[in-house]
């Protein structure tokens, strides 16, 4: 029997290879339309910010899935898209951003966003002292960046969504043996490391 479906459906191997590609791909395409900022924005009766996520969104979706853009160009539509969420969240959301580049490399557009979608939908960040903390930091050989966040105990892990397992998948497609992620909390922060190296 194992034979026969190993002909139909391709060897586990192979069945786990093509899942890896997809849930990689719709990686991407989470984080390049965000469905709950764009509900948070619709929601809103605000031209101005509509008008605002509108030329945001144009500027994502004409990115291609394997298009590279600059750090530099990463970071700036990360700020964009930090904005667009405390213009919708107002006094809900407390973010300090530091980023330091030390090179403007090229990496796979929207590399950088999942974990910082991951605090802000799944993070408790709506206390001043308790802020979303990011930093960016891109040398030469490597970019390395912290994410995080209060914990929010509502949920049993951030650390274990669809979007985090997506990531995880996008990375090993883009930067076999050159990432390292490691995430971890305790019973105040969860907190997000990555490393990619050029």
Not at 109 to 118: D, G, K, V, Y
Request: hydrophobic share 45%; glycine share 2%; charged share 20%.
């Amino acid at each position: 029997m194992a034979n026969f479906l190993d002909k139909i459906f391709g060897s586990k191997i192979e069945v786990d290879m093509v899942k890896t590609e997809l849930e990689a791909s719709l990686c991407f395409h989470e984080s390049r339309v965000d469905s709950l900022l764009a509900r948070l924005v619709e929601e809103r009766d605000d031209d101005a910010l509509r008008a605002r996520f509108s030329s945001y969104l144009l500027a994502a979706v004409q990115l291609q899935e394997s298009q590279e853009v600059s750090v530099q160009t990463e970071v700036g539509l990360l700020e964009t898209y930090i904005q667009l969420y405390q213009a919708v969240r107002g006094d809900q959301l407390f973010v300090q951003i530091d980023c330091q580049l030390e090179v403007d490399k090229l990496l796979p557009a929207f590399m950088l966003f999942p974990l910082i979608t991951n605090a802000l939908q799944q993070g408790y960040n709506s206390m001043d002292k308790f802020p979303l903390k990011i930093k960016i930091r891109a040398f030469e050989h490597a970019l390395h960046m912290e994410v995080s966040n209060h914990v929010n105990h509502h949920i049993a892990s951030q650390a274990q969504t669809p979007l985090i397992d997506h990531y995880k998948n996008r990375l090993i497609t883009l930067f076999p043996e050159r990432h390292h992620l490691l995430l971890n909390s305790n019973s105040h922060t969860f907190k997000a490391t990555l490393q990619l190296v050029w």
